[in-house]
Structures are given as structure tokens and as C-alpha cells.
């Protein structure tokens, strides 16, 4: 907390987010007290166990990802990624779904997790706003076809990654990283992976949005 005290509390957030977002392996943070939260991903969480888990974003388009739902492989890899996030759990776990959710400048509802529907009804205690959008399924989506003009909150055309200015063999430099050496990128639904071997602390996959790379 001390290196964002000094800053507003929004971009502080911000701030923090990026930089946990950046961290490849779970060893590689800071050790906190018992109490603390840990923030990580379900790729992260492999081979740890909390006593409480939250796993949010359980939505269509999030998790399965919307890259993943046409492929029947990819799909069940995310159906295996979320059963890691749920076993994590040594005492309570707790999936949570958003009725509205900002993406990319855009508000809609993606219907919860087809996943949740794998759950034994006798193992699920539900909690659920009354604020939810009238009419809006909240049920989990099984066996039924979820397509984007489904919602029209949502453009159905796939947008271009953004344009990072970056090619393989360019040296770039970052905060925390230091100097390096991008040797591959490719794009990720609406985003960019840069990959750059960094002299200092060896090969790191990063998201363009929030790498602030800069030509060294």
C-alpha cells in the first residue's frame, strides 16, 4: 500500500490492478498478513488452497471466455480451469455474476455461467438483487444457444486488437521489468500479447492495454 498511498484513489486502484495483473507466478508477490486478500487468476491459483475463495465474472463471454465457446476443446478447458477455481476452497466458496457490466466503453448483461449449472442444486445457496433488469434470465445458461444479438447492449462485430506500434526484435523498456526484447505478439480477443525476454527478470507475456511498454 505504500508505494499507491500517494496517489488518487481511483488511479490508485488502477495502479495496483496493473501491476498484479502483470505478475506471471504467484511466488513472485509480496507476502501479506493472514487477513489479507489475494488477488489472482485461476491460472495463478494452481496448487493453493484458501479458506474462502470469491470467483467473480462467472458469466458467459468471461468465463467460458467468448473466444472459447464455438471451440468444443477450448470450452472444456475453461470448464476445467473454473473446477480449479472451485476447489480452491477449503471452507466457503462464492461464485459471483453481475446483472450490468461495463466492457470496452460498453454496458449490457452476459447471462450467468453455463458452468454453475454443473453445481448439485443441494450444494447451492442462492443470493440473488432484486435490482436485476426486468425481464433479464438469470438462470444459468444450459443447453440453449447464447449468441451476441442476444443482448443489444452489445456490438456483435468482433473489434480489431489495438495497434500496439511494436514488432518482434524491438527493444522496449518497462517500470518494473527493465529493459528488453519483444520476441512475439499476437492478439488476444480485443487486445494484444506482447511477449519480451527482459534481461533482468527472463521471458513475461503482457497485455498492450496496461503494459506501458516503451521503445527502449
Not at 498511498?5 to 486502484?13: F, Q
Not at 488452497?49 to 472444456?76: A, C, K, R
Not at 486488437?161 to 526484435?169: K, R, T, W
Request: proline share 6%; with cysteine.
Amino acid at each position: 500500500t505504500e508505494n499507491y498511498s500517494e496517489i488518487a484513489p481511483g488511479a490508485a486502484l488502477d495502479a495496483f490492478l496493473e501491476d498484479v495483473a502483470l505478475v506471471a507466478d504467484v511466488d513472485d508477490l509480496p507476502d501479506g498478513p493472514p487477513d489479507a486478500v489475494t488477488l489472482i487468476t485461476l491460472h495463478q491459483a494452481k496448487g493453493l488452497e484458501f479458506p474462502v475463495v470469491f470467483m467473480v465474472g462467472m458469466e458467459e463471454y468471461l468465463l467460458p471466455h467468448q473466444l472459447s465457446i464455438d471451440d468444443p476443446v477450448q470450452l472444456q478447458e475453461e470448464r476445467r480451469l473454473c473446477y480449479v477455481g472451485m476447489t480452491r476452497a477449503m471452507r466457503e466458496l462464492h461464485l459471483l455474476y453481475a446483472f450490468r457490466r461495463s466492457y470496452q466503453g460498453r454496458s449490457g448483461h452476459n447471462p450467468p455461467s453455463r458452468f454453475l449449472a454443473d453445481i448439485p442444486e443441494d450444494l447451492v445457496q442462492r443470493h440473488q438483487r432484486q435490482q436485476a433488469q426486468v425481464g433479464a434470465d438469470v438462470r444459468p445458461a444450459r443447453n440453449r444457444t447464447v449468441r451476441w444479438d442476444d443482448f443489444d447492449s452489445f456490438d456483435p462485430e468482433p473489434e480489431a486488437a489495438p495497434s500496439v506500434g511494436l514488432n518482434e526484435g524491438d527493444e522496449v523498456s518497462h517500470e518494473i521489468f527493465g529493459h528488453g526484447v519483444v520476441i512475439s505478439l499476437r492478439t488476444i480477443g480485443r487486445d494484444a500479447e506482447v511477449t519480451v525476454r527482459f534481461a533482468e527478470t527472463g521471458v513475461k507475456r503482457l497485455l498492450a492495454s496496461i503494459a506501458n511498454l516503451t521503445r527502449a
